[in-house]
């Protein structure tokens, strides 16, 4: 199968740098996937998960805040805020976090501090998503 450089790059780290066969990304309008010899793009990373094959067929996944993903001419960058293995997930750290953003929303904000809770709340949702753990 035809693979393509694909880098993987959170605030923290560069998650994962080198070839993929396809990787799939969760978008504005759902999820989406990136193939070998892609047409050019950008577009906008969602909080998620993101997985990709790497070659040999090994599926690897990232839980991921948003973000940006550029392809072009069979290289694709994906930059978020954060990005992690499910096996690294404190789930009970991304507990607390779930219910201080919910109290947060329950507070008067300004709109720009409203966005911000909204984000960490998506954020804390997806880590116990994708750590096994249920959400309260």
Same mark, same amino acid.
């Given at each position: 199968?035809n693979?393509f450089?694909?880098?993987?790059t959170?605030?923290?780290?560069?998650?994962? $740098?080198g070839?993929?066969?396809i990787?799939i990304?969760?978008g504005? $309008?759902?999820?989406?996937?990136v193939? #070998?010899?892609?047409?050019?793009?950008?577009?906008?990373?969602?909080?998620g998960?993101?997985?990709f094959?790497?070659?040999g067929?090994?599926w690897?996944?990232a839980i991921?805040?948003?973000?940006?993903i550029?392809?072009d001419h069979n290289?694709? $960058?994906i930059?978020?805020?954060s990005?992690?293995?499910p096996e690294?997930? $404190?789930?009970?750290? #991304?507990e607390?976090?779930?219910?201080?953003a919910k109290?947060?929303?329950?507070e008067?904000?300004s709109?720009?501090?409203?966005?911000?809770?909204?984000a960490s709340?998506s954020?804390?949702?997806?880590r116990?998503?994708?750590?096994?753990r249920?959400?309260?």
């Amino acid at each position: 199968m035809n693979t393509f450089s694909l880098k993987i790059t959170a605030c923290n780290r560069v998650f994962y $740098d080198g070839e993929c066969e396809i990787v799939i990304f969760p978008g504005y $309008d759902g999820e989406m996937a990136v193939m #070998a010899n892609h047409e050019q793009m950008t577009a906008s990373v969602e909080t998620g998960e993101i997985r990709f094959r790497i070659p040999g067929g090994t599926w690897l996944e990232a839980i991921n805040s948003m973000g940006l993903i550029t392809v072009d001419h069979n290289k694709v $960058d994906i930059l978020v805020y954060s990005a992690e293995k499910p096996e690294e997930i $404190d789930a009970f750290r #991304a507990e607390a976090a779930l219910e201080r953003a919910k109290e947060q929303l329950q507070e008067k904000q300004s709109i720009m501090e409203y966005h911000i809770s909204r984000a960490s709340l998506s954020r804390a949702m997806a880590r116990l998503k994708y750590s096994g753990r249920e959400i309260h």
